[in-house]
């Protein structure tokens, strides 16, 4: 099957930007295509999980080539909710696999800021289903009910799942593109106000303004494409069977077998921890620890930056922060900074494969890639 | 007390709120009245709540014994385990009536 490469990434900082939507996505595009070689781009993906309602901007793919004065060139928008960074690189990576172009820019963002907290709130909310929306459900209930399943099932204490924002701010701490830079410790954790019963603001991501970009080729780089997986499962948490997000294990499933590697060979990865609890979910189901066991892993260091499988060094979602279209492209700006050996301050040692794990919906749509260094 | 679901004879899958079509199959499914009897399967209490509700909201995911599983809003504090009784509302959302404590399992 032919391939595809990263030529180039782009990230602004995350967190409260001053710049509105379609300014930071230019930022992030302008990196990326200055960090690339690459001449001139044939095509050109916009992501966004809600410009319309949050950024009130609408058409973004024309906007994006007349401000980067490539207006002339394919542009079109993708929208996978908080998976929608991970589906523009789907889409990238499958419209240079296929011949159509040789090489794409993909640019996701979102201004989250400009409207009150519970405005944004209720607008992310609209990824639910219609069920849970009338009973006044929000993202946080879901993550608290499968917190809570977990913890009873598993034996995962409350003080270890505050391991998972713990490390992820001691790591976010050493990137300069973070939302939060700064280390807490389980106390500040456990007494943050709660949001829904176990989960409390330390749990959750925040709200971010931010962008990030990628230039996808057919030539050869230093990093390839290697899998691209992508699953979906029921939208309503109670029509789910089973444990875990099926929608990861089938998108890990399919990465893995195109990459031609198994969780094993896996050196690095950066999951989507929208809430603490789904670090722990996520990296059981795309394989790394055995179901059940991902706490013990946290517990023992495995997952920390100096550890055998380091999980989110840039921060994740918690502390870097979580502008959700631009979400999935900045764990893959990571990715790429790791295998390059360009991670200023946070660099990992001799790393050959990194995954992403990115999560649409309340982890209906989700997305697994797995780049390598060639 | 009891509730609507839609059950596909195909997959064996009973969802509730019923729906037309199997999201696995797209079979069309079959409606029937169940029992409205389960177990707390996990559960929250929402403290920080979208514009229009009132906080805090307790919320159950119940298994049903007559199968499939519903979300269902309480009155009473919830715990794992727990049996339940639920009734479908015309809204297609669900209400815990009551509960005992499961005894002796």
């Not at chain 1, 200055?34 to 949050?54: F, R, W």
């Not at chain 1, 701010?169 to 954790?189: I, S, T």
Request: aromatic share 4%.
């Amino acid at each position: 099957m032919p391939t595809g490469y990263l030529a180039g990434v782009g990230h602004t900082p995350f967190g409260r930007s001053e710049l509105d939507l379609v300014a930071l996505l230019e930022d992030a595009a302008l990196l990326a295509l200055e960090d690339s070689d690459v001449p001139k781009v044939d095509a050109i993906i916009v992501g966004s999980q809600t410009s319309d309602e949050l950024a009130e901007v609408a058409n973004l793919g024309t906007r994006l080539a007349d401000i980067l004065g490539l207006s002339g060139v394919a542009s079109w928008r993708v929208e996978n909710s908080s998976g929608s960074g991970s589906a523009l690189l789907e889409a990238a990576t499958l419209a240079v696999r296929s011949g159509a172009y040789s090489n794409v820019l993909a640019v996701g963002g979102e201004k989250m800021t400009d409207k009150p907290t519970p405005v944004t709130a209720k607008v992310l909310g609209r990824v639910l289903a219609d069920t849970e929306i009338a009973l006044g459900l929000t993202m946080p209930s879901l993550g608290a009910m499968v917190a809570r399943m977990y913890m009873e099932r598993y034996g995962l204490s409350r003080e270890t799942l505050a391991m998972v924002p713990v490390k992820a701010h001691a790591n976010g701490a050493r990137n300069h593109l973070a939302h939060f830079q700064k280390p807490v410790d389980v106390d500040k954790v456990l007494s943050s106000p709660m949001v829904a019963d176990p989960l409390r603001v330390f749990d959750c991501a925040p709200i971010s303004d931010g962008a990030a970009a990628v230039v996808v080729t057919s030539r050869r780089t230093d990093v390839e494409i290697a899998g691209v997986g992508h699953g979906t499962d029921r939208i309503a948490l109670a029509d789910r069977r089973g444990d875990g997000l099926r929608a990861t294990q089938l998108a890990a499933a399919i990465a893995y077998k195109e990459a031609g590697v198994t969780p094993a060979g896996v050196d690095f990865a950066e999951l989507h921890d929208a809430f603490s609890i789904l670090e722990i979910i996520d990296s059981e189901d795309v394989g790394l620890f055995p179901r059940g066991e991902g706490w013990k892993a946290l517990e023992a260091g495995t997952t920390s930056r100096d550890g055998e499988l380091p999980i989110n060094v840039s921060g994740g979602l918690k502390s870097r922060g979580h502008p959700v279209g631009a979400t999935g492209l900045a764990q893959v700006a990571e990715v790429v900074w790791q295998l390059r050996g360009q991670a200023e301050g946070r660099q990992l040692d001799d790393v050959h494969v990194g995954l992403t794990q990115n999560i649409g919906g309340f982890g209906s749509n989700n997305l697994v890639t797995i780049m390598r260094r060639v | 007390m009891s509730l609507e679901v839609s059950i596909c004879d195909s997959c064996e899958e009973v969802l509730a709120p019923p729906r037309l079509k199997c999201p696995e199959c797209r079979k069309e499914m079959r409606i029937e009245e169940v029992d409205g009897a389960g177990v707390i399967i996990t559960h929250t209490t929402v403290h920080i709540v979208p514009e229009g509700f009132q906080a805090p909201i307790m919320v159950g995911l119940v298994k049903l014994d007559a199968g499939g599983q519903v979300l269902a809003r309480s009155d009473i504090e919830l715990e794992t385990g727990m049996r339940v009784d639920v009734e479908g509302l015309e809204d297609g959302t669900h209400r815990i009536l009551k509960m005992d404590r499961v005894s002796g399992s």
